[in-house]
Structures are given as C-alpha cells and as structure tokens.
C-alpha cells in the first residue's frame, strides 16, 4: 500500500507527507489533520472484525480507534454502528451517544446520518429514520448504503413501488453496487410482481445475464477497439456486458496510450467515485496532469489527491499503467520498486493487452515476476 501511495504522489508532483491531509469540504480543498497510524491499524481490525459478525470484538477495536484519535468522525460512527447491531437497550443508548458525538465533530458527514437512520429504524422509529436518511442522501447521492436504508424506510412504510423506483435509479446509474442489487432482489422476492424480473438479469456477474464469459480475450479486445476508435458509448456499453469496473475503461485506454479517452472517462468515474483506483491510475498516468487537472476542476482534483493518503488497490492493468508511468518519468527503478511492493502480476493470456503493457514495463527486469 506505501508503494501505491508513494507511487501516486511521484507521479502527481505532490508531498505526501504526515504534517498534514487533504480533504475536501462542500467542493472546496482544505488542509487537515494528520491521524495517528495506531488509529488506522485499530479502525482497519474494527472493520475486519465486523465484517465477520464478531460485534463485541469490533467494538473494542473502534472504541480503540476512537481513544487514539479522539476528533476522528468515522470510528465514532462505526463505534454507534455495532453497538446498534449488537442490539439491546443499553447498547441502543449507547450507540446514540457515540452517534451525537461524532454529529458534534461533524454534522456534514453523511455515513453519521445513514447509521443514525438505520439503528432508528431496527428501533421502530421510522420517521426518525426518513429524516435521517434523506439528510444523509442529500449529502452523499452515490453511496450505496444509504440508498438501501433509504429503500428499506420506504418498504416499511408501504412504498413499496418508490423503493424499486430507488434502487433500480441507482444501479442504472452505477451498476456496480452488489449491496443494492441485493436488496433489489430481496424485495422481489418478498414482493413478487413489484420488480420486473429483466432489470435483475443485466446485473454484471449475475449468471443467467447476458454478458458472456467474463474476461474472455475476444470482448476485451472488442473493448479496446471502442476506446481505438475514441467511441466511449459503445466501450462502456461493453465494459458494462462483461461486468467490467467502472474504471476498466479508462485504464485501458491509459495502456493503449488513447490518453484523450482516459481523461474523458477517468473524470466521468471520478466526479462519482474520487477513490476509484483504476481510472486514479488512468488519470495519474496522463502525459499531461495540468490538463487532467483543468478537466477534473479544483474540488474533484481535491478529492482526488485527498484519497492518496490510503489508495486501494488498482488492478493488475492499472499497476502495470502506473508502473509505465513511472518508468517514463522517474526511471526503471520507480518501476520495479513499485512492482515490487505491489506484488506478483502474472502473465494472463486472457487479455492480450494486459500481457503486452506488462512485456513491456517489466522487459529485462528480472527481479520483478
């Protein structure tokens, strides 16, 4: 992951140092606080820990998280989160102290909202929970989460309809949110007739879709002759079929060297996710990051460099995209370094382009395999 970060920052021409982080507030950069690593280490277990189910564990590690960065937002809201999930009335009390702590820390951040509507609603307090959550889809449009608890108020109190119209809304918009499809199919399951059965069968992965067999060489390539001919409809359109993320498209225009397409498409993805790591890698790849800048304007610039502090993980190609950045700019030993931290990339016959972007990166470096 240091790689990653160090990697970004070389190819942005920004310090990446601990004296301070960018964030952006209400579209506008601002400088903020640096957060102790004891901090990340005990939110990161805390979230490992209830993504397994083991509540109780989970909850000493936020209320860690919390201790040793006490103006931290989030570990206050997960805190508030598994104390609801652990259910009872003291932990319900609780929860609600660490929720109007953390709304006293920040009363913009919209997951403090979408736990406070959701813990509301496993209490029965259903208008409680439609103030919260529409305050925290207000906020935050495209988080997923928030729009199954808003589909779940609506379920509750009868609109039943209103809640399909939701969740179908947003997987046209972004179809990869396996928690909405989710929560798609359990309300038609549990209301049968409500969901029209075909928008469940374009779900991307879903095998009785039509995409075919994901990955196969033939409708990558078929991608990449979209991007070629700069057609960003009909590569989307078949980046979307074969259950491609969002952001596979403009890191592969990024490996074609189709850097007009990257941009466009990279900032389409950014403006909805600034954390999306391929079309991060895509965009940070671009010959000319002024221009990226310029296209992206200040706020989503801002919150693009805001998520260099803890980038996730790109693809293989995305790696191997920012590694042919590297070496053209820095050199081959930005390069390997880079390959190196983020681990083995294999040689894969199903995309003839990944393949030859790594021949090409890698090319005599032997300590990289």
Not at 160 to 179: K, M, N, S
Not at 213 to 226: F, M, P, Q
Not at 317 to 331: N, P
Not at 355 to 361: G, I, M, N, Q, S
């Amino acid at each position: 992951m240091r790689q990653i970060v160090a990697a970004l920052c070389a190819l942005s021409m920004v310090g990446c140092g601990h004296e301070a982080v960018v964030r952006v507030m209400d579209g506008d950069t601002v400088v903020g606080r640096f957060i102790d690593e004891k901090a990340y280490d005990a939110y990161l277990r805390g979230a490992i820990l209830e993504q397994e189910g083991q509540l109780e564990e989970a909850e000493a590690a936020y209320q860690t998280a919390h201790e040793t960065d006490p103006n931290g937002v989030a570990p206050l809201v997960r805190l508030a989160a598994v104390r609801c999930a652990r259910g009872g009335v003291t932990s319900y009390q609780r929860a609600e102290e660490a929720l109007a702590a953390a709304a006293k820390l920040d009363p913009t951040y919209g997951p403090m909202y979408t736990e406070r509507a959701r813990c509301a609603l496993v209490q029965g307090g259903v208008a409680q929970a439609e103030q919260d959550v529409r305050k925290a889809m207000w906020l935050d449009p495209k988080d997923a989460e928030t729009t199954v608890v808003y589909a779940r108020v609506l379920t509750k109190t009868g609109r039943v309809v209103d809640a399909v119209r939701v969740l179908v809304g947003f997987v046209t918009w972004r179809p990869q949110a396996p928690e909405v499809w989710a929560e798609l199919e359990t309300l038609s399951r549990a209301h049968p007739g409500q969901v029209d059965g075909s928008i469940l069968r374009t779900r991307p992965g879903r095998k009785d879709s039509k995409p075919g067999v994901r990955g196969a060489a033939e409708d990558l390539e078929s991608i990449d002759r979209a991007i070629a001919g700069r057609d960003l409809p009909a590569a989307r359109d078949r980046a979307l079929r074969h259950a491609l993320g969002t952001g596979a498209v403009a890191v592969r225009a990024a490996a074609l060297g189709q850097w007009e397409v990257a941009l466009e498409e990279a900032a389409v993805v950014l403006f909805a996710d600034p954390w999306n790591p391929d079309a991060r890698a895509a965009l940070m790849s671009l010959p000319d990051l002024g221009k990226a800048r310029q296209r992206l304007g200040e706020g989503a610039w801002g919150r693009l460099l805001a998520g260099m502090a803890d980038p996730a993980r790109p693809s293989p190609l995305g790696a191997l995209v920012l590694a042919d950045a590297l070496k053209r700019r820095v050199g081959d030993d930005a390069a390997r370094l880079f390959l190196q931290g983020y681990g083995e990339i294999a040689a894969e016959p199903r995309d003839p382009l990944q393949e030859t972007l790594r021949a090409r990166v890698v090319g005599s470096m032997a300590a990289v395999r």
